[in-house]
Antibody
């Protein structure tokens, strides 16, 4: 059974760096074709794709946020970490991590999401 | 980026109705189109990929079709649990963009 769970701060101040961790089980991020991605959703708004890390370590980012995002993986601890620099109140959102079993493919399993508020 | 446009943005329907939601990509995405259902306070749930394959456990009243730029999600006979927001997403090229969502409400 595949599960993913996001963790990190619920409140960050403007200009700070956000670090979110996705801890997963039930699959290996070393297996060919597997990816883990991050998606966010501001309150009452649509889903926004942020970043993806592949089984081989390749990374892809949203062009509009590329300069602020870094995605990394640790296969020994089954974790994927997303960092977002220079946080702004418009970055207030629920952040999800999700699994893709094959590339290209859908996000078939999602974490429960973690709400992050950016406020001074 | 490939832009995904859903229509309508919102839809009112009754239990038992058949409804169709459309999704148009700004360029051809072959059949790399996924559909998700999201209920308030919950993570999205995968319904259909790519374009027409039903995810395991999804009721057969859901169906998807299309290729190239134009896609549809249909629900043949609405059930109370189907009232939710539906999103399309392309997985043809990164960034794997989502549509703006279609909120399906009870009439």
């Amino acid at each position: 059974q595949i599960t993913l769970k996001e963790s990190g701060p619920t409140l960050v101040k403007p200009t700070q760096t956000l670090t979110l961790t996705c801890t997963f089980s039930g699959f290996s991020l070393s297996s060919s074709g597997v990816t883990v991605g991050w998606i966010r959703q501001p309150p009452g708004e649509a889903l926004e794709w942020l970043a993806l890390i592949y089984w081989n370590g390749d990374e892809r980012y949203s062009p509009s946020l590329k300069t602020r995002l870094t995605i990394t993986k640790d296969t020994s601890t089954n974790q994927v970490v997303l960092t977002m620099t220079n946080m702004d109140p418009v970055d207030t959102a629920t952040y999800y991590c999700a699994h893709t079993p094959t590339v290209p493919g859908p996000f078939d399993i999602w974490g429960q999401g973690t709400m992050v508020t950016v406020s001074s | 980026d490939i832009q995904m446009t859903q229509s309508p943005s919102s839809l009112s329907a009754s239990v038992g109705d058949r409804v169709t939601i459309t999704c148009r990509a700004s360029q051809s995405i072959n059949r790399y189109l996924n559909w998700y259902q999201q209920k308030p306070g919950k993570a999205p749930k995968l319904l259909i990929y790519p374009a027409s394959t039903l995810q395991s456990g999804v009721p057969s009243r859901f169906s998807g079709s299309g290729s190239g730029r134009d896609f549809t999600l249909s629900i043949s006979s609405l059930q109370p649990e189907d009232f939710a927001t539906y999103y399309c997403q392309q997985s043809y090229s990164t960034p794997y963009t989502f549509g703006q969502g279609t909120k399906l409400e009870i009439k």
